[in-house]
Every structure is written in C-alpha cells, then in structure tokens.
C-alpha cells in the first residue's frame, strides 16, 4: 500500500499554474535571468553536452515543440517507467524546459539546451488518489532507479520526502556518485530531502537578487537561484506558459548549471562540481559563514567555464562533508578496502576563484538589498549585497559556526 507523505500539498506554491488569475505569458520573454548569467556566452564553451539529468517530478511529456529529442524516456530503468512520459500537471515538463529546452516554437530556452532529461513520475500534488495514484512509483523507488540510470544530476523540484525508505535512497544515489538537487521550500520551512544529508538544497531569489518571499531560514540552504516570475506551463493541457514562483525552478536551474560544468569537465567528479559551485557562488558574505537564506550564494556557472584552467581541487574530497555528517564517497571506499583516488590538484577555495564580501551572517528574505556588480569583462558578478539588512539566524548558536545539517 502506498504511503501517503507529506508531497500532498508541497507543489501548491512552487507548481505553474496555480497562482490565481495567472494570465498566458510569452515564456522566453519571461526567461529574465539568461542575459544577466550571460547565457550566449556561456553556449559557447558548454551547453551540457553529454550530461544526463534525472527530473523526479510529476513525469515529463516529451513531444513539447522545447523538448522533442531531448526526453531520453527508453533510459528509464523499467521498476519506475509507469507513466514517466505521461505528465499529470504541467510541472515536471516545465522543470525539463528549465534544463534542457530548445526554445523552439516559443518554448522554454533551457539553460543547458545540450543535456537530456531522464524522466521519472512520482505521485505529487494534481494526482488523485485512485488507479493511477497507486501505480506511480514511490519517491525512493524512483530516486533508486535514477541513481540506477545514467544520469549525474537528480533534480527533485518537490518536498515530503520524510520515510526511512527516502532517507535511505537519498544515502544510495549520493554513494553513487550522483549529484543531488531539491527545492528548499516556499513557505518558510524547509522541505525533505533538501534537508537531507549529500543533498543540495536550493533557495529561490528574484531579479533583484532579494531572498523570495516565503523562502525558509535555517540549516539547509546550499545554493540559489532564480525562482520569481520564471515561466512553466500552466497546466496540464499544454496550451500556455504562465509565470510562477518557488523554489522549484531555482533547483531546476541550478541542475541546469551543474550540467553546464559537467559538460566541459567530464572527467570532474561529484565532489569536484559541487566545489566548484560552491566556490563560485555570488555572496557577499565569508565562505564559511553561509547565509541561512541562501547558503553559499547565487549560482554562477559562467565563472567556471571562462576559466579552461579552473582548478575544483581534490576528486575525493567532499567540499560539504562537515555538513553531511561526514564523506559518504571517502566511507563508502574505506568498507570496500578501495584504494582513496588521487588528488587532481589543490583544494579550490582561492581567491581567484571563490568571490570574498564583508557581510557576516543570513540575507533577511524580509528586506535584503541586492545590485550587480561589473567584472573585469563588463559582465555581472551576480554578488548578494546589502550588510544592512543582514539578519543572523542564531537558534542558540553562534553567527560564525557553520551549518551542519541534522541527521533524523
């Protein structure tokens, strides 16, 4: 019998289509963030060629004019194929156009148009409870089989995964490598897995660069990325794009940019993107004081590509071990009696390459302040700013200790 969590209800905020009186919008006009994280530019080192994403979400319909030929549905491994290509709502389609859409016939410009998306369908918010309900893979199956594909990014744009079963699958998909990316949440609480450990959770920002309303503060956040007024489908009919907001196209974009950086170091491995994300992130606060709103920063995979000799430092080195309670990859070696992989090179936390602020302390989502900063090629910087309007999440411990993720 399946077991109903708590994803009942967790798409009502960061679905498409759900905003009241939301009117049909042209999607790529909507698209604000591709010129300022210079897209163009970044399309001529790497546009995600060869990088596999796996969309657990609410199934992906792969014949949108966006995304014809780039929906790998023959990839999904046959435990959790129910109903991958048959969307319920709208939402997981538009988490694929997020990723790798064409653009063409109006859709959706992807921001790593040279990926493929593996999709996975699991019961979310628009799938009544009945036949179809119960045949849709369990969360944790379909994370199982993701982990199972070939893809190197799991994107999950959903919350509620809260079982034994989910934490265990997470732990599973992380001990194979995979990336992993989900949706800090929209109403001020931190949803599962984001909260989870080798999960990286992602908050939601506006073109200002302001913390989203309703974007949680605490523990969790890793990174940020655009998540106000960004356009999906409005339903499931597949007739329109309407703008929305929440945390689930800031996960899908920020997957996107980890494709992007993967694509143009396929030999990199988890630990190595994940510090190199990390480390070029926009802040303007320390490294090892993330912002208890937005983590480390705004994601800025353009830094890493203008760079051929970005150096991600150690293979074998969990940039968010501390956080994690440890490195799964390093223990999961150790049990097998693995030899520990040799460095590639110094740990990437230089100067260089991680940009430094002042601000001490979380960005408050109620009255941060952001601007663009110009780099030395007239391109933007992305920083976060406003020290003003810092507010410091302390819960009982001190402003300059760094988050560690709690384990249930």
Not at 39 to 63: F, L
Not at 100 to 129: M, S
Not at 340 to 369: F, I, R
């Amino acid at each position: 019998m399946r077991t109903v969590s708590a994803l009942v209800g967790a798409l009502a905020t960061v679905g498409v289509g759900l905003a009241p009186g939301a009117g049909a919008v042209d999607a790529q006009s909507s698209q604000w963030y591709l010129e300022p994280m210079q897209a163009e530019k970044m399309w001529r080192t790497s546009t995600g060629e060869g990088v596999k994403v796996a969309v657990i979400d609410t199934g992906v319909k792969p014949d949108t004019p966006s995304l014809k030929g780039q929906v790998l549905a023959d990839e999904v491994p046959e435990s959790a194929s129910y109903g991958a290509t048959d969307d319920y709502s709208g939402h997981g389609t538009s988490m694929a156009e997020l990723i790798v859409g064409t653009g063409k016939g109006g859709g959706i410009q992807g921001l790593a148009p040279g990926a493929k998306v593996i999709p996975f369908r699991v019961a979310l918010e628009g799938l009544k409870q009945g036949p179809e309900y119960d045949k849709t893979t369990e969360t944790w199956d379909a994370l199982r089989a993701a982990a199972d594909s070939d893809a190197k990014i799991i994107s999950m744009s959903f919350g509620g995964m809260t079982t034994e079963e989910d934490d265990a699958a997470v732990e599973y998909a992380a001990s194979k490598g995979k990336l992993l990316v989900a949706a800090l949440g929209n109403d001020g609480f931190t949803d599962s897995p984001a909260d989870t450990p080798y999960v990286i959770g992602v908050a939601s920002v506006d073109s200002s660069i302001k913390v989203a309303e309703g974007s949680p503060a605490g523990d969790f956040a890793d990174l940020a990325g655009p998540g106000v007024s960004i356009p999906g489908w409005c339903d499931a009919t597949f007739t329109s794009y309407c703008n929305a907001n929440g945390s689930s196209f800031a996960t899908a974009l920020a997957a996107a940019s980890a494709a992007l950086i993967w694509s143009a170091h396929p030999d990199w491995t988890v630990n190595q993107v994940t510090r190199a994300l990390v480390d070029t992130a926009g802040r303007e606060w320390p490294k090892d004081d993330p912002s208890k709103y937005l983590g480390y920063g705004f994601v800025r995979p353009r830094i890493v590509l203008d760079n051929p000799d970005y150096d991600a430092g150690k293979p074998n080195v969990d940039p968010l071990a501390e956080e994690n309670g440890g490195d799964l990859l390093a223990k999961a070696g150790e049990k097998k009696g693995e030899a520990t992989p040799a460095p590639s090179g110094s740990s990437a936390s230089t100067s260089s390459q991680a940009p430094q602020g002042g601000s001490t302390g979380g960005t408050s989502a109620a009255g941060s302040e952001a601007a663009d900063a110009t780099s030395d090629d007239g391109g933007s910087l992305w920083y976060i700013l406003g020290p003003a309007a810092v507010v410091i999440v302390a819960a009982g411990v001190g402003a300059a200790v760094l988050r560690a993720r709690r384990a249930r």
